[in-house]
Nanobody, 122 residues
Framework: QVQLVESGGGLVQAGGSLRLSCAASGRTFSTYGRGWFRQAPGKEREFVAT???????YYADSVKGRFTISRDNAKNTVYLQTNSLKPEDTAVYYCGRFVGGLWSRQSQYDYWGQGTQVTVSS
């Protein structure tokens, strides 16, 4: 059984930074990618960033240059460093296990965490 647990969310002023973490249980961590999606109130969940098992990274245009995704295989953890945060980044951020295919498609993720709230004040 795979479990994903997000942490690191919080309240921050515009221009600030947060580092989100996604810790995974299970031995197959290194053979799968991991991605971050977010969902703002009243909006659909949207793709943010993904890192594949080979280390390739992909970002949504809205966060490119501000967010960085990375992984620590020894800790079974993926991180999302969020810089220059904007009020429109406010959302619940979810971590998912990427099984392949199009990284921006939710159906390509088979396990999800419970989410962590990020709130950016103006």
């Amino acid at each position: 059984q795979v479990q994903l647990v997000e942490s690191g969310g919080g309240l921050v002023q515009a221009g600030g930074s947060l580092r989100l973490s996604c810790a995974a249980s299970g031995r197959t961590f290194s053979t799968y990618g991991r991605g971050w999606f977010r969902q703002a109130p009243g909006k659909e969940r949207e793709f943010v960033a993904t890192i594949t098992s080979s280390g390739a990274t992909y970002y949504a245009d809205s966060v490119k240059g501000r967010f960085t995704i990375s992984r620590d295989n020894a800790k079974n953890t993926v991180y999302l460093q969020t810089n220059s945060l904007k009020p429109e980044d406010t959302a619940v951020y979810y971590c998912g296990r990427f099984v392949g295919g199009l990284w921006s498609r939710q159906s390509q993720y088979d396990y999800w965490g419970q989410g962590t709230q990020v709130t950016v004040s103006s």
